[in-house]
């Protein structure tokens, strides 16, 4: 029988009906919890402060302080631990805690070592969540002062959570066809037949320089250059007329035209709708600004940086090895530019040559006395100071920020950047090269983890967080290796018969110690090694064998597997998956690829190739989670998926959120308009296929058919033998 990872309270059905009935889930910030938590964090003195509520499979912070996620998976959430005790959880240090000292929160940001949260428990009885604190350094003590103070903070919590109860009003949903808007990257504009605007998001504002308020009473010829006017007015007139518009369910390029009155070339996507009597026009625009090349700048000289004229790495090493040699005190400056990136990709590399030439001028200003300063490469430059004054290092270190985050000015154009500084010294930190710049490293990865435009002075507590990931890391790969990886399998079924279509290949890690982990206990780090694509084809091959054998007794099974981002760009994954399906007899159409929708914003040529290549041979693919990301709608023209995948965020309150139905109606509207299957996840309850039946979604997978449960359970459970 399968484990929970975490604990479960004896009476959580019972928590999750009570905790529903706050309408807190998801809600946006508010004054009166905000300033319960900063009062947490300044009473108790600790960087991260949250008021946390935990639902079946996820905590969310109604309210946080140093911490930029707005929730976490319940399978790491410390809240979850919190929630079964009567009185304060307190742990003085979370790596010397078998429960945490592997979790994904103490080996990577926000890099917890001390905990204290206090239940929040309803009149009824009920822990719902938690006030709790963190902080990066562990601390051996919690007085009963200390404790006193955090119970009352939980009562003010509760208090003013009883009080948002007794006051809930159900506020009208808006139109989910803006909540997506508001989070693409492409403009988005909507228009009537008259011409006046009825929606613009915030990338239109961006990109066209209107507010949506200056458009209240604007037609959008405002935004129509001279060069195509006649094309607008004539296609206006038709849609006056009844008319069906010449351009409508077509891309084409033509100029936009800003406020600024500058034009530039972009890519228009464009469509009508009926609303009632009325037609409605719907145009997504992409700015396709030419931008120049990426030039590799091929100089090799001895010892200088061709672009910013500052010594390179290779002289850098030989001048660091020479100075602790002579035992001199030195201090290291590490610095990486924050959203340097962005530069180049927006503005073109002319403008980030700029921008780094500038940068070299105002460290030069700023550390006349350094020995030296260099370019590492990329945007990563260093400074070697002499001497190892803890406070002339931190002094030099807040001027370089400050200095460095001043607007750079190009063509007329202001660029605003950054920078992250790790800071290590001599001989304190150590007295050899590699270990002093590894340790500016690490302290480097602290500041940018801590919300970047920062510096940090390393100290060992930060080696001895990366011992421990490292640790974790080690494990993950033994785990490969000793086959402790093991596929679980949820059925997907077909919402008019029920019957069983297919399945999804879930991964589980069943841990020596720990017992079965889900994904979110370690897939983000494993994402991100080497090994990623080598575990990625295991489990494609182990999935596709498993099928075949169900395949004998149904023959239309489908398996659905899902994709790391590494094998989408390891260029093998087209030969892999056909190697696989040859190997096992699978055959195509019943292999299903899942991928995040948010790994296809980089428009990528390379990847767009490989998945028509996978279609050709008749592979599924299907956009995972469709809707939580940020992908424009426009993905669904330029890429050949067949299947979208609502997320279960939307269907776990499908029937009392308008919204959140909003959403789902959305999507099979998507769907059905893209001539694309869909099928949603996270279905619990009877109430919820019944609306899924309604809007006619075609496929549905969830818990009320069945949970991930390993092959040979699956197999008793749905293949008749």
């Excluded at 990257?185 to 507010?211: H, M, Q, V």
């Amino acid at each position: 029988m399968d484990t929970s990872p975490y604990p479960i309270p004896a009476n959580e059905e019972q928590r999750l009906k009570v905790l529903a009935q706050y309408h807190l889930l998801d809600t946006p910030e508010t004054e009166d919890f905000d300033r319960l938590v900063n009062l947490a964090a300044r009473l108790f003195e600790v960087p991260i402060a949250l008021v946390s509520l935990v639902d079946h499979d996820r905590q969310f912070f109604k309210a946080r302080v140093g911490l930029e996620a707005c929730e976490t998976s319940r399978e790491v959430s410390f809240c979850a631990h919190a929630i079964i005790q009567d009185d304060i959880l307190f742990i003085p240090d979370a790596l010397n805690d078998p429960r945490f000292s592997s979790n994904p929160l103490v080996v990577g940001p926000p890099f917890i070592r001390f905990y204290a949260g206090k239940p929040l428990i309803a009149p009824t009885g009920e822990k719902l969540g938690t006030v709790c604190l963190i902080d990066s350094k562990p601390r051996t003590t919690f007085s009963d002062e200390d404790r006193h103070n955090l119970s009352d903070l939980a009562a003010l919590v509760m208090d003013r959570m009883e009080m948002r109860r007794l006051d809930y009003v159900k506020t009208i949903s808006q139109k989910r066809f803006e909540n997506i808007a508001a989070t693409s990257p492409d403009a988005i504009i909507c228009s009537n037949a008259k011409g006046e605007f009825t929606f613009w998001n915030r990338s239109a504002e961006r990109l066209f320089g209107y507010s949506a308020s200056e458009l209240a009473d604007k037609s959008t010829a405002v935004i129509v250059p001279d060069s195509w006017r006649h094309i607008y007015d004539a296609e206006l007139q038709r849609l006056q007329q009844g008319e069906k518009m010449e351009l409508a369910d077509q891309t084409i390029e033509l100029s936009g035209l800003r406020k600024d009155g500058s034009e530039f070339p972009a890519e228009f996507s464009l469509s009508t709708w009926e609303e009632g009597n009325t037609i409605s026009v719907g145009a997504i625009v992409r700015d396709i600004t030419e931008r120049r090349q990426n030039e590799v700048r091929l100089f090799q000289l001895a010892s200088l940086d061709a672009l910013t004229d500052l010594p390179n790495r290779g002289a850098w090493r030989a001048c660091l090895t020479e100075t602790l040699a002579a035992e001199k005190p030195a201090t290291i400056l590490l610095l990486d530019l924050d959203r340097f990136k962005e530069v180049n990709d927006t503005l073109g590399h002319s403008a980030g040559d700029t921008v780094l030439k500038e940068v070299a001028a105002r460290m030069k200003a700023t550390c006349a006395n350094a020995i030296m300063m260099a370019r590492l490469g990329g945007d990563e430059f260093v400074v070697l100071l002499p001497g190892n004054n803890v406070r002339e290092a931190k002094n030099i270190a807040q001027q370089l920020v400050n200095e460095i985050a001043k607007p750079y000015e190009f063509v007329g154009q202001s660029i605003e950047i950054g920078v992250s500084i790790g800071v290590s010294l001599a001989p304190m930190h150590s007295a050899r090269s590699d270990e002093l710049l590894g340790a500016a490293d690490l302290a480097l990865y602290k500041a940018k983890a801590a919300g970047k435009g920062r510096y940090e002075l390393f100290t060992p507590a930060f080696r001895q967080v990366a011992v421990a990931r490292r640790a974790f890391e080690q494990e993950l790969r033994l785990a490969f290796e000793n086959g402790e990886f093991e596929l679980f399998y949820q059925p997907q079924v077909a919402t008019k018969t029920q019957q069983l279509t297919g399945a999804e290949a879930l991964m589980r890690w069943r841990h020596p110690a720990r017992g079965l982990l889900a994904p979110a206990s370690f897939i983000e780090v494993l994402s991100e090694k080497p090994s990623a694509a080598a575990v990625g084809e295991w489990i494609l091959r182990t999935a596709c064998l498993q099928a075949v054998k169900w395949q004998a007794h149904i023959p239309y099974f489908r398996i659905s597997v899902n994709l790391f981002e590494a094998q989408l760009h390891s260029g093998r994954l087209l030969t892999v998956v056909q190697k696989v399906l040859e190997e096992t007899g699978l055959p195509a159409e019943s292999l299903e690829l899942e991928i995040v929708e948010n790994i296809l914003l980089r428009n990528d040529n390379m990847t767009l190739k490989l998945l028509h290549g996978l279609r050709d041979i008749g592979v599924g693919l299907s956009f995972d989670d469709y809707g939580t990301g940020f992908a424009s709608l426009s993905l669904l023209k330029r890429y050949p998926v067949n299947r979208l995948k609502i997320d279960r965020s939307f269907i776990r309150d499908v029937n009392a959120n308008p919204e959140d139905a909003a959403v789902v109606n959305a999507v099979i509207y998507l769907g059905k308009s893209f001539g694309l299957e869909v099928i949603a996840e996270g279905v619990e309850t009877q109430a919820h296929l019944d609306f899924l039946m309604d809007s006619h979604c075609t496929e549905v997978q969830g818990y009320l058919f069945g949970k991930p449960v390993p092959a040979d359970e699956f197999s008793s459970a749905f293949i008749s033998t």
